[in-house]
Nanobody
Framework: QVQLVESGGGLVQAGGSLRLSCACS????????MGWFRQVPGKGREFVAA????????YYADFVKGRFTISRDNAENTVYLQMSSLLPEDTAVYYC?????????????????????WGQGTQVTVSS
């Protein structure tokens, strides 16, 4: 059974940086496509970034391009989300997700219904 555990969230001032980690157990991340989503109260979970399973293509929501970077460390079986130039509107609970699919289609990578496994989330709060 795949388990995902996020960490690295916290309180940061606008313009600052944070790095989120998603530690995976139960399966190698080299056999998974990985994604990050976020959610604020009263809204649905929205796509932030993803990395494909076999090609390591990366995908980003328009609102994070140039500010966030997704990467993975296969040896550590961990996926990261480096967040820079943070804005108050980036405040949310950030979730890591994993998908066994080989799809490299962007619509598939950004669709939360494509993902089989989810972490519990980590809170990111950006103060103005």
């Amino acid at each position: 059974q795949v388990q995902l555990v996020e960490s690295g969230g916290g309180l940061v001032q606008a313009g600052g940086s944070l790095r989120l980690s998603c530690a995976c157990s139960g399966r190698s991340i080299t056999t998974l496509a990985m994604g990050w989503f976020r959610q604020v109260p009263g809204k649905g979970r929205e796509f932030v970034a993803a990395i494909s399973r076999s090609t390591s293509n990366t995908y980003y929501a328009d609102f994070v391009k140039g500010r966030f970077t997704i990467s993975r460390d296969n040896a550590e079986n961990t996926v990261y989300l480096q967040m820079s130039s943070l804005l108050p509107e980036d405040t949310a609970v950030y979730y890591c997700a994993a998908d066994r699919s080989y799809s490299v289609d962007f619509n598939s990578r950004k669709n939360r219904d494509s993902y089989d496994y989810w972490g519990q989330g980590t809170q990111v709060t950006v103060s103005s």
